[in-house]
Structures are given as C-alpha cells and as structure tokens.
C-alpha cells in the first residue's frame, strides 16, 4: 500500500511524465541514429559492391547498422517501459484512493462513541460493528422493579433516582411500561 502511494504522489507530481519525454527524446535520437547508419550502411554497400572501398568499410557500416538497431530498440523497450510505469502508477492512484475511501466511516447520526469494537488493523468483515454510538438525543434507561412497586409506576409520572455510576440523582420520565411475566418469586441473591 505504501509502494502504491508512493508511485501515485509521483504520478500526480509529474515525474513519470517526464520520464516519459526523456525515454521518448532518446527514442527519437536513436531512431535518427538508425536511419543515418541504414543511409551510410546502402552508400558503403553501393561502392564496396562497385569495388570502390575495401570490404573493412563494409563491415564497418554493417556492424554499426545493427549496433545502431540494437541501440533503437532499447530506446523503444525504455519508451515502452516509461510508458507503462505511467498507466501502473495512475491504477496504484485508483487503488489508493478506493482504499482511503473504504477507510473513512461516517456516522448516520450525531453522538458519542460508546465502545470502539474493532481496532485499528484488525479484519473485520462486512456489516460488522466497528464502534458503538450513544444517540445523545434520544437517551433513556430500562429499569425492571418488583410487582410490588407496581402501583406507584404510573405513564407520564415523573421520578427522581440516585444512580451510582454517575454518583448523582437524575431525574426521569416514564413512557413505556411493560410487564414480564416470572415463573419464579423474587428473592435476594442471599437468603440468609
């Protein structure tokens, strides 16, 4: 991932470009090169084959022909090379930028983070909760009370409680009841 990132900052600065006019600017060169050598090759054949220049001069030219081929081509796998860097380092930018995509999450609401799930690095798969979110809008507490304290739970009443956690009174407002049915009879964890 970090190789992918390096090769796109390259990308978009632009030194694979030129990388590319250079490759391309030597090409050009040796292609010249070529066509002088292919020229100077079919004059020294000409008069080696009218017997005015010795075979050596033929030689000569022949070799540097196929030197100045060898050199063209090379120039043209640099080209070709370049090129293709190019086109590696625009899909490492896609690839980049898909991965910082599917790395940023956002949340449906406003709130507080309440647990973090799944820490950073860890594979989780799709679906999976990565944080838990208190909707600070929408607070409330459940409370289960004995059937004996029934008659003073009332919808709408209002009552003030002492939570521990906090180490404070809060107040509530009752807007659900819902009655659980228990086989078994209330009794304090130690009976004794």
């Not at 090409?27 to 079919?42: F, H």
């Not at 599917?102 to 309440?114: F, K, N, T």
């Not at 600070?136 to 459940?142: A, F, R, S």
């Amino acid at each position: 991932r970090m190789a992918a990132s390096a090769q796109s900052t390259k990308a978009r600065k632009g030194a694979r470009v030129q990388e590319i006019e250079g490759a391309m600017n030597i090409w050009k060169k040796a292609e010249a090169g070529l066509e002088l050598a292919r020229k100077s090759y079919e004059r020294v054949k000409n008069l080696y084959e009218s017997g005015v220049v010795p075979e050596q001069k033929y030689d000569e030219a022949a070799a540097n022909l196929k030197a100045m081929e060898t050199t063209a081509a090379a120039a043209k796998a640099q080209y070709d090379m370049a090129e293709a860097l190019v086109k590696q380092a625009s899909g490492a930018v896609s690839e980049v930028e898909s991965y910082i995509s599917d790395a940023m999450q956002y949340s449906p609401i406003d709130g507080e983070i309440s647990t973090v799930i799944a820490q950073q690095g860890e594979l989780i798969s799709a679906g999976y909760p990565v944080v838990t979110l208190l909707d600070m809008n929408d607070l409330w507490v459940t409370f289960n009370i004995k059937e004996t304290l029934m008659p003073k739970i009332r919808m709408g009443k209002r009552l003030r409680g002492y939570v521990p956690a906090l180490d404070r009174d809060v107040d509530f407002h009752i807007t659900y009841i819902a009655p659980q049915a228990d086989f078994a009879t209330w009794a304090a964890t130690r009976t004794q």
